[in-house]
């Protein structure tokens, strides 16, 4: 549903990748169809469906350059307040000012100067520049600390209001609170619903969550 936060979860292999990769059009399916606005993406010209998604993913790519020169990759042409306001939008605003040259500090070959939560916030503010009303993610808090998880998980709740996300979960801690939970498993959906009505099932969703509760 549109202004909301889906999560696709299920054990490594289910097809919650490929699910995505359809769904940003990587891949065209061969049965059925996937809706944008009740009209079939493959309908949609290439260049207009790319201005209305964006990804994140969990092996974040950046540049040489600087902080500022990565988000800008978001929108060329945006201004400073507008850089600003998607980096704090990623809580990535009060890292960036801890530099020594704030948003104007270089962050090495392919961001290694920085940790892999501050990459992670970085990608996610580039996204967030270009504003598209779609927002695919993969498994984007699965290779961080703890606190930069918590720190993306209050980003994504804040985003949710005005934007459809849809996220890939390992950590099933980063999308307890999504409006609904697809469980995926052989290629096929076995569960589907809220995180507490999953539990209720006690079924693979639980069985995952048992495994990982300890977690974060």
């Known amino acids: 549903p549109e202004k909301s936060f889906t999560a696709i979860v299920g054990p490594s292999g289910s097809g919650k990748s490929t699910l995505l990769q359809l769904i940003s059009r990587l891949w065209d399916v061969n049965q059925g169809e996937i809706l944008l606005d009740d009209i079939n993406i493959n309908q949609i010209n290439s260049d207009k469906l790319c201005s209305y998604v964006s990804s994140v993913y969990q092996d974040v790519v950046l540049f040489s350059g600087t902080i500022k020169d990565n988000i800008l990759m978001g929108k060329t042409d945006a ?14 605003h009060e890292f960036i000012i801890q530099k020594p040259q704030n948003y104007d500090t270089p962050i090495g070959y392919g961001g290694m100067l920085l940790s892999g939560g501050e990459r992670q916030r970085l990608s996610l ?33 804040l985003l949710s209001k ?36 999953l539990l209720a099932k006690n079924g693979l969703y639980a069985h995952l969550w048992l495994q990982q509760k300890a977690l974060c």
């Open 125 to 157: 503010a580039r996204t967030l520049l270009k504003n598209a009303p779609i927002l695919l993610i993969d498994e984007a808090t699965s290779n961080i600390d703890c606190s930069s998880e918590v720190l993306i998980q209050q980003a994504l709740s």
């Open 79 to 92: 201004h400073d307040d507008e850089i600003i306001t998607a980096a704090k939008l990623a809580n990535a």
């Open 162 to 197: 005005d934007k459809t996300i849809i996220m890939i979960a390992h950590r099933l801690n980063s999308i307890k609170n999504a409006d609904n939970i697809i469980v995926m498993e052989n290629g096929k959906i076995a569960e589907q619903g809220k995180h507490a009505e």
